[in-house]
């Protein structure tokens, strides 16, 4: 018997930019919008972060003219349960969110369900408006450039 080995080497740059800078939140979706990212958005956050910073989000992702749904779950720890998992999940489906969709998690624990939607409601990317955000759009976008510089034959 021969024996073959295969090495499958994954270096990653792990290197992010951090936004610093007034007004974020108002600035966050005419980047994305800019950027092509998706075109249907979930903003996935807890009541209370809900109240202080949701609300104004949604309306910055409206007036960029983005498809945007606010998902709110009751805060604290005990929210964080499949039940409410399921809740987003079913909200999602209800409105058709699919594959040009991404969910953007703003703090709260909302952070917990973005991941869950892509596996479940097949989102291409979940959006973070944080530090994570910035390196996953950058990557994001590094790889439509190479698509575009090298298409497929």
Do not use: C
Request: no cysteine.
């Amino acid at each position: 018997m021969e024996k073959i080995r295969v090495n499958l080497k994954i270096s990653e740059d792990k290197s992010y930019d951090i936004l610093i800078g007034e007004d974020l939140l108002r600035r966050i979706p005419w980047e994305i919008k800019e950027s092509g990212l998706a075109y249907k958005f979930a903003i996935v956050t807890d009541s209370t972060v809900e109240g202080l910073y949701g609300n104004a989000l949604l309306e910055e992702f409206e007036r960029a003219g983005l498809d945007t749904h606010i998902i709110a779950f009751p805060a604290g720890e005990k929210q964080k349960s499949r039940e409410t998992k399921a809740r987003i999940e079913d909200h999602m489906l209800e409105n058709k969110f699919g594959r040009d969709s991404a969910v953007v998690a703003l703090g709260g624990g909302g952070g917990r369900y973005s991941g869950i939607r892509r596996s479940h409601i097949h989102a291409r990317h979940p959006v973070h408006p944080g530090p994570d955000h910035a390196r996953r759009m950058r990557r994001q976008l590094d790889r439509r450039e190479d698509r575009r510089r090298h298409p497929a034959r």
